[in-house]
């Protein structure tokens, strides 16, 4: 069974709710998930294997408290993770001029860390849809294809 680590980062609980959701979408499709909580961060390392961010996106484009302390420590350690294998999906409102600049963030980060992208960031808009779990179930069947035919090839 492959393990995929799942973060979040959120403000007001939506990013962890499509956390939560993928999290029960892989195991139904045979993968082992690990969603990390805020406070266990500090001790993760992603360097190998699959890791998902879902980010939501507070103030003016900026990443929320709870994955900030992460995200700079990466920033600033800046491991080379060529064995990890991403992908992050933002949440976001396009009224704000930063559309989902957290998410922006994050895929930049690992694409900086020498990780290799599974599949493109999605960015999910408040202003199109108040169920952003749907089309986030909607592209990890897309990611999955990614990862299985990576496997068969
Ligand atoms: C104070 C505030 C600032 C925000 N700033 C941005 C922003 O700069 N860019 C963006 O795309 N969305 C922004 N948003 C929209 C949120 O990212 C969006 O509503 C998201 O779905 C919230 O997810 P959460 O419940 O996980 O925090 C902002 C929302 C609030 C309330």
Not at 37 to 53: A, K, M, R, Y
Not at 85 to 98: I, P, Q, T
Request: hydrophobic share 40%.
């Amino acid at each position: 069974m492959k393990q995929v680590d799942l973060v979040f980062g959120t403000v007001y609980g939506s990013a962890q709710f499509v956390a939560e959701t993928l999290a029960d979408e892989l195991s139904a499709l045979g993968y082992l998930p690990r969603l990390w909580l805020p406070q266990e961060l500090p001790g993760f390392t992603p360097d190998t294997g699959l890791l998902i961010v879902v980010s939501s996106t507070t103030g003016s484009g900026d990443l929320p408290d709870d994955i900030q302390p992460w995200y700079y420590r990466l920033k600033s350690e800046a491991p080379y993770l060529p064995s990890l294998r991403f992908s992050v999906l933002g949440l976001g409102d396009s009224s704000y001029s930063e559309f989902c600049g957290a998410g922006e963030k994050l895929n930049e980060l690992f694409a900086e860390l020498g990780a290799k992208q599974v599949q493109p960031l999605l960015r999910i808009d408040a202003m199109e849809t108040m169920e952003p779990e749907i089309e986030a179930k909607a592209w990890l069947a897309q990611w999955h294809q990614r990862v299985q035919s990576e496997i068969a090839a």
